[in-house]
Structure formats: structure tokens, C-alpha cells
């Protein structure tokens, strides 16, 4: 009786996991939606810009991503360990410092990619749609 219980509470523990994950995904998927929704309204994106312009963004943000993901990862393992070093503390610190400079770069080595699609005004427009978007997402959380 005790082995199906715990057969079950395993089970249970393992489908709430999964379907909080799944939320947190579903979440990130609606959000990086409406933000390139917003891109092509506020671009004002013709259909053939919206076919070479969104793959290579959707690229640069999974790059900016990895980044912070990968840094973020670095910090949780030094949060994790009883006594950390003074070379653990220094690399994850050095990761999460870097990541502007690393995002950055990434930006630039897009922005050249993107100035063969989009006109100067886009390109402009592109930086102020996505400062308008986070801060839209602020607002929204800071409502709730």
C-alpha cells in the first residue's frame, strides 16, 4: 500500500512539474508572439520584409537567450553549493556581467543583417517597438 502511494504521489509531483513547465512555456510562446506582432505593426513590415526580417530576429533573440540562460545557469550553481570559491564566485559574476556586452554584440552582428531588410527608419523604429514592449510588459505586471 505504502509502494502505490508513493508510486502515485511520484506520478502526481512528476505531471505538475511538467504541466507548470508547460505553462511557463506556453507563457513564453504568447509573449514572444505579441512582441513580433507588435514588430510588424509598428515596423509596418510589407509581407516579404515579415518573411526575411522575423526568422533572423527569432535567431538573434534564441542567441540573446542562450546567453542569459547559460549565465543564469552559472549563478544557480554557485547559489546551490554549500561553500563556493572565490573562482566560482568570480566566474559567475564575470557571466552575468558579461551578458549586456555579449547581447550587445549579438545585436550588432544582427543589425547588419537587418539594415539589408529594413529601410533607416525601421531600423530605428525596431529599438524604439522593443523598448515600447517591455515596457508594456512592465506595466501589466506592476498592475497585477
Sequence with gaps: MK????????????TATALAQNGRTKFAADMY???HEMIIRE???TPSQQKQFMPLYEQMEREIYEVNRNARALAAEVEKKKNPSDRDYEAAAS??????MRE???????????SKILSKKQLFQLKQAEAKFT???????KGK
Excluded at 550587445?104 to 537587418?114: R, V
Excluded at 515596457?135 to 505586471?141: F, I, V, Y
Design 135 to 141: 515596457r508594456q510588459m512592465l506595466a501589466k505586471k
Design 43 to 45: 515596423l509596418s513590415l
Design 95 to 100: 557571466a552575468l556581467s558579461n551578458t549586456r
Design 33 to 35: 508572439q505579441a512582441k
Design 104 to 114: 550587445g554584440e549579438i545585436e550588432s552582428k544582427y543589425f547588419d543583417k537587418f
Design 3 to 14: 509502494r502505490i502511494f508513493t508510486v502515485i504521489m511520484l506520478v502526481l509531483a512528476i
